[in-house]
């Protein structure tokens, strides 16, 4: 049995687990920095300032800022603070860090999700009630032809 070609398979095998580690560490900079971003322009669409933010979200102005530029990845119940903050939707930005699958659109979901009003508990209540429903819209059998 020969081992001539062994360390050079070895070797491309070695090369192309790291490119694909490589690849994995930009896509999750990228999501860091794709989040970071996202928390800024809302919070300047918001009119809000970063100092008035953190005291709301209940975090430092320095670690807003790292997450604001791509430094810091925000854990779940950070973005939910951030999104309260904010007014906006706490899946918004749970969608935005990787932390859930975007969910289909709707009308009826894109509306309770805009809706400035209602607290994030009442829209995921809502959003919840009106999953059930389509639920069971689906599992029930349709009108027949014989009558």
Same mark, same amino acid.
């Given at each position: 049995?020969? #081992?001539?070609?062994?360390? &050079? ?17 930009? @896509? ?8 970071? $971003? ?7 669409? @918001? ?9 709301? $979200? ?9 997450? &604001? ?7 779940? &119940?950070? %973005? ?19 932390? %859930? ?15 400035? #009003?209602? #607290? ?10 009106? @999953? ?16």
């Amino acid at each position: 049995m020969s #081992t001539k070609g062994k360390p &050079e398979r070895v070797g491309q095998v070695v090369e192309q687990v790291g490119h694909v580690v490589e690849h994995a560490g930009h @896509a999750v900079g990228q999501t860091v920095e794709g989040i970071g $971003a996202y928390i800024r322009s809302q919070r300047e669409l @918001a009119d809000v300032s970063m100092r008035q933010l953190a005291r709301t $979200a209940g975090v430092s102005n320095p670690y807003l800022s790292q997450i &604001e530029r791509g430094l810091r990845k925000p854990s779940a &119940e950070i %973005l939910q603070q951030i999104a309260k903050g904010l007014r906006i939707s706490a899946e918004a930005l749970y969608v935005r860090a990787g932390i %859930l699958d975007e969910r289909p659109a709707s009308v009826v979901t894109d509306a309770v999700l805009a809706d400035p #009003t209602l #607290t994030e508990r009442q829209k995921q209540v809502l959003l919840d009630i009106y @999953a059930t429903f389509r639920r069971e819209i689906d599992t029930v059998p349709g009108p027949t032809d014989k009558e």
